[in-house]
């Protein structure tokens, strides 16, 4: 069977023919799934980053021998997985004096998480509360992240059982032709997983970025071997090739990160390309075919999609034409219309890109709305960008004006994710959100176990998360009590309570006497995690009701979640001495500690909250 280039198998050809005609046909009912999921506003997502979360099977960890890291080169001799238990913050064995930084060396670190671990885990999820998870990208690479594919159409070699037997699937087929593809062991345990999760009432959504592939990437590595001659030269952007006769490396090519991530070639551009505007293009049609034929094996395995995803989070979604994704969504909706559709838009910057570019019911369900959280930081803990109740109200609203109503209840309200520092060390640390925001950047900045007004400060905001417009994502670990400073130090390994780690110090790293923080899984924040979670799932006025903010003076704020059938008031104080609300005379029940309360008035001590769910009356 030929891979790369020449002649086209006449199946694969009918398919493409097929395809095509399909597409084309259902563009015009763009207009047809106009909403996000009904599902979609009620959920509380829990993100799961599969190579730090469980290693559920120690047989097919990674090995140098199938582990190629682009980042920092092969695999260092004499490496092997770390021990899950390991000090963060302590050199490997094998990184000892090979020149390269720490930071540098913990892209080669491998814990062995892999999908049988979530299987394991599901029940404690369930048990947790959350009813959807969002998957960081498992399609086959060689990174810890996932987002350099090697295979887009099949899960990665080392999160399944049998790595060799799934290397050998792979290479008995055509990548380029869906006719060819096959199940690997890999493939398989994954749609276990998503049985699994749907037993469990769960809703399952993958990651993928449609923007970049790995520098191993197929289509790819046909370029560097047949050049101009290759049947894929027009699926990226190539600047040069290399010429043999010389001794340099000619061959360049446009890429996300460097040369680390090549990207997918934008065509038909017709409008100038922003940090903080969407651009009008699309982009080439042979990738695009291969990304649609993959997004619809995960749809719909074998044409069942009972059997298949819930939807997708799409990475640097701002990077991509906005053509593409008005086509994607269309093709999405046909084959699952209540399938949700995730972007990732620009957000690190001071001036953000505002979400009604893609969230409007032509582009995406929703966006990773790090927007609100921004704010939310700068007033719940001590940011030096401190702003008042008044302050918040305002931003929040404004960005809520930048998204329809439908829409705002199904947006994912992020606060932690892969690609930040974890809350309670973003609370711990009083600079700008995502700023200097790593001990290898700033030599001062905090990295250890937080002090006790950081963890009371965050239980405010998480009341805040919770009860708020718009579902909430819970980045895997947050609800174990994990500190650590933006990736890569987010990306621990998680904190089991069946485990016993060494404690964690950094004097490798930062300068000072050594600090010892004893590290483990915290039983009493994922207790509190589990209420507020649970607190949620059972009064769905929270997840579905409108919102009126009722005060908003310095440090004190106060809204109400409400509809024809309950009512809810949330209330804060923030300020540094006991404050009293007014609220209307009526009997309610406080959902965090259930004591009852009755009266107009509501005294709250410092750095404290209180949700009061209505018992009777008007709503």
Known sequence: MKRNG??????WLFAVVNLIFMFSSLQAQNKKFPLPPEWSKKVVWYQIFVERFYNGDTTNDPKPKNMYVVLAGDAPKGWTITPWTQNWYASDSWAKGNGKSFADNLQSRRYGGDLQGVIDKLDYLADLGITAIYLNPINDAPSL??????????????????????NKIMESENPNDPTTWKWTSADKLFLKLIDEVHKRHMRIIMDYSWNHTGTEFWAFKDIIKNKEKSAYKDWYTV??????????????????????????????????KDL???????????????ILAVTKRWLAPNGDTSKGIDGYRLDVADFVPIGFWRDYRTFVKNIKPDAYIVGEIQWWMDKVMPPAYFVNGEVFDAAMFYHIYRPARSFFSLA???????????????????????????????????DTPRMLTSFFNHGKFKYMAKPYEDSTYKTGKPDAETYSRLKLYLIHQFTNVGAPNVWNGEEMGMWGANDPDCRKPLWWKEYNFQPETRNNIQAGPAVYDPVGFNQEWFDFYRKLIHLR?????????????????????AYKRYNKD??????????????TFIIPKNEYINLLDSTKITGETIKLAPLSAAILSQVKGNY
């Open 537 to 557: 799932n059972d009064n769905p006025v929270l997840a579905t009701g409108k919102i009126d903010f009722i005060t908003a003076e310095g440090k004190m704020l």
């Open 566 to 579: 309950a009512c809810v008031y949330v209330l804060f104080n923030l300020d540094a001495s006991a404050q």
């Open 6 to 11: 020449g002649t086209i198998q006449g199946k």
């Open 145 to 166: 992240h996932k987002y350099d594919a090697r295979h887009y159409h099949h899960v990665d070699v080392n999160f399944g059982p049998d790595p060799v037997g799934d």
């Open 276 to 290: 903080y505007h969407p651009y009008e293009g699309n982009i080439n049609e042979g990738a695009k075919q291969h």
């Open 239 to 272: 600047y040069s090739y290399d010429n043999p006769n010389t001794p340099e490396n000619e061959f360049k090519y446009a890429g996300w990160y460097g040369e680390y991530l090549p990207e997918i070639r934008k065509v038909d551009v017709t409008s100038k």
């Open 384 to 418: 030096s960008q401190s702003i008042d109740a008044r302050q918040l109200v305002d931003s929040i609203q404004f960005q809520w004006k930048n998204v329809e109503v439908p829409f705002r209840y199904s947006m994912m309200n992020v606060s932690s994710t892969h």
